[in-house]
């Protein structure tokens, strides 16, 4: 249950506020598939790690 993607989602760990680099779409995606790992790179200035706890 992994998910590695080039670019971040919208509003994770991204603090540029540029339209081109977030993507609403990948968000709701890893929203839908809540996987167990999520690895994500392209973003120079974002960084860090978040845990998330899925709800049923």
């Keep these: ?3 590695i993607t080039h670019g971040p989602p919208l509003r994770l760990h991204d603090p540029i ?6 993507c609403q779409a990948l968000r709701d995606a890893v929203a839908v598939s809540r996987p167990r790992l999520r ?17 049923e």
Excluded: F, S, Y
């Excluded at 506020?17 to 977030?22: M, N, S, T, V």
């Excluded at 690895?39 to 709800?55: M, S």
């Design 1 to 3: 249950d992994m998910v």
């Design 17 to 22: 506020d540029e339209p081109r680099i977030q």
């Design 39 to 55: 690895c994500l790179g392209h973003n120079q200035p974002g960084w860090g790690a978040t845990v998330v706890n899925w709800k």
